[in-house]
């Protein structure tokens, strides 16, 4: 990985990991996985509402207020309390809660279940009986097949061109051209919200603009984009291109306001265009970063 340690790491919450994640990637973000918390919240609260009300506290995008606020009116309402569980949940709430976790790069990974669907693979290729070479043999063509999905992946990516379907056309077409197709999926979903927002209030800051948005028949719903038109950059308040890597709705809708025809780079990740693995090629042979 060229020296370069891990940004963020999701684990299942064993508490030796988490001592060994502290000591030796001490600039990680520590997630728990989601599916785990879940599974133990089933398991220690008998309480289908709780379950309910647990996984919006994980996965709203709650300010931190908004979060503390909806955590004790649930607990409140389900007599919680006393329990040990819920409050050790709680006191490790930045390790789970989007609150606070949203301004950091997960790439959408929340689970571990990426690794136990490598790990499933593997096991089909790979006997429990049998010697090192059968081993070695069969790893090998496990990771040219999965090599081979990839490439496959890639194909689709640069040669086929999605049916356009937005009336922000424009925008469509240049996310359609730069994102792979998985990405551009997410990304379309986002530039098809904007005529659920509002503008509440356009303010003029110096050389920059801030748009303060509402959304349509959700009182209380708020958020505000700040645009600089000298240096093309967009900040949402909803932070969803720190966390996952796309612009969100809102950034679309100032996109649209200002009559933008394509996406400001400073909004386009490049980890997830089309092109990312040449960019990579050509670092790596240069001799790195």
């Known amino acids: 990985m060229e020296n370069k340690y891990p940004e963020a790491v999701v684990t299942d919450g064993d508490g030796a990991m988490r001592e060994a994640i502290k000591k030796f990637y001490p600039d990680a973000t520590h997630q728990l996985c989601a599916w785990h918390l879940n599974k133990n919240g089933g398991e220690n609260v008998k309480s289908s509402q709780f379950i309910d009300g647990f996984k919006n506290a994980i996965y709203s995008n709650f300010t931190t207020e908004q979060f503390k606020e909806f ?80 490439l496959v992946a890639d194909f689709k990516s640069k040669f086929s061109d999605p049916v356009l379907t937005t009336h922000l056309r424009p925008i469509e077409s240049d996310a359609a051209k730069t994102y792979t197709i998985e990405i551009f999926k997410e990304v379309k979903e986002e530039i098809m919200k904007p005529s659920a927002l509002i503008v509440k209030e356009r303010l003029i800051e110096g050389e920059l603009k801030v748009y303060k948005l509402t959304k349509y028949c959700e009182d209380g719903y708020e958020r505000e984009v700040v645009y600089d038109p000298l240096g093309k950059t967009l900040r949402c308040s909803c932070k969803l291109f720190d966390s996952r890597g796309i612009p969100c709705s809102h950034i679309f809708y100032v996109i649209k306001e200002e009559h933008m025809d394509h996406i400001p780079r400073s909004v386009v990740f490049p980890r997830w265009m089309k092109d990312a693995k040449i960019g990579f090629l050509n670092m790596d042979s240069n001799g790195g970063v």
């Open 71 to 150: 955590w004790w009116e649930m607990v409140k309402e389900n007599e919680l309390e006393g329990k040990a569980w819920v409050a050790k949940t709680y006191e490790n709430k930045s390790l789970w809660a989007i609150a606070y976790l949203h301004d950091k790069f997960f790439g959408c990974i929340r689970t571990t279940s990426q690794r136990e669907a490598v790990n499933a693979i593997i096991k089909s290729y790979v006997q429990k009986k049998g010697c090192i070479f059968e081993f070695m043999h069969n790893f090998e063509q496990a990771l040219r097949d999965y090599k081979n999905n990839e």
